[in-house]
């Protein structure tokens, strides 16, 4: 286990669904990170949050928001999504780097299917 | 062009073998170099890292940069069945925290 859980694991909706989707981290880092994955594409960065406050919003859709109420928790709340959402949305935490510490830590991921 | 490019594979090798994953990339400013091994149903966890240009190896694991050339390696020797995966090449600036730029990732099989 990397340290790094996101409940649920799968998940199909609706399009015209409300879910969200929960990543905790025990590892003490300072910053989190929400990705898409999708077959033959490089992971996607949406968010990045460091120190509770929301650093990067790489131009994703408003149909996705997230949350972030502590160091340990962050959520992506979903809401009237398409069908080509569908993919592995990853959480990830890191330090800030240091010499001893380079990489991000990522969760097992949630398999979202848009119906 | 994309940012860092890397075969999609599948690499399908017998066991034993040694096998060579590469990436290029376009950004010279990048200084870390990273490899992550992602299993099926699980999210990529990092193998290794290098700063800045050089080698370095853990077991059977050896990572290369050539900034000259914008282009790492990994090498991965007397390769086991367990190593079949995805492997993706993944690149940062310095300072800060981390923006990471990945690669698409190659598919490893290696056959008993």
């Known amino acids: 286990e990397t340290g790094v859980t996101q409940t649920p694991r799968h998940l199909v909706m609706g399009m015209t669904n409300k879910k969200s989707l929960k990543c905790e981290q025990h590892?003490?880092?300072?910053?989190m990170y929400w990705y898409k994955q999708s077959a033959k594409k490089p992971l996607e960065l949406m968010f990045v949050y460091n120190f509770k406050e929301q650093t990067e919003n790489n131009s994703v859709p408003s149909r996705f928001s997230p949350e972030c109420p502590n160091s340990s928790h962050l959520f992506l709340h979903l809401h009237t999504l398409q069908p080509e959402d569908s993919a592995l949305y990853l959480c990830a935490s890191s330090q800030e780097r240091t010499s001893l510490s380079v990489g991000q830590f990522f969760g097992p991921g949630t398999r979202l299917t848009v119906l | 062009q994309k940012e860092v490019e890397q075969d999609p594979g599948p690499l399908s090798v017998p066991e034993g073998a040694i096998v060579s994953l590469n990436c290029t990339y376009s950004?010279?400013?990048?200084?870390?170099f990273m490899w992550y091994r992602q299993y099926s149903r699980k999210g990529p966890e990092l193998l290794m890292y290098?700063?800045?240009?050089g080698n370095k190896e853990d077991g059977r694991f050896t990572a290369q940069v050539d900034k000259s050339s914008k282009y790492i390696s990994l090498f991965i020797r007397d390769s086991q069945p367990s190593d079949s995966a995805t492997y993706l090449c993944?690149?940062?600036?310095?300072?800060?925290?981390?923006?990471?730029?990945f690669g698409t990732g190659t598919k490893l099989q290696v056959i008993p």
């Open positions: 290098t700063y800045s240009s």
């Open positions: 590892l003490g880092h300072n910053a």
């Open positions: 950004n010279s400013a990048f200084q870390y």
């Open positions: 993944a690149m940062t600036l310095s300072g800060g925290y981390q923006k990471v730029t």
